[in-house]
């Protein structure tokens, strides 16, 4: 496996659910996306991305 450089996450929030997605960066500069998945916008939500 290739060298991780960089993890990120993008959150895309709104008012019922939000959406994450991971992207990770390779030191050859190659990029892997997640899928993204879909949570509801509440504490169990949360608990759940962070899980």
């Known amino acids: 496996m290739e060298p991780l450089l960089k993890q990120s996450v993008g959150i895309d929030i709104s008012k019922q659910?939000?959406?994450a997605s991971i992207c990770y960066l390779y030191q050859t500069q190659k990029q892997k996306f997640?899928?993204?998945?879909?949570?509801?916008?509440?504490?169990?939500?949360?608990?759940?991305?962070?899980?």
Request: charged share 15%; proline share 0%.
């Open 34 to 51: 997640s899928t993204t998945c879909c949570f509801e916008n509440s504490k169990t939500g949360f608990n759940q991305l962070v899980k």
């Open 17 to 19: 659910t939000f959406v």
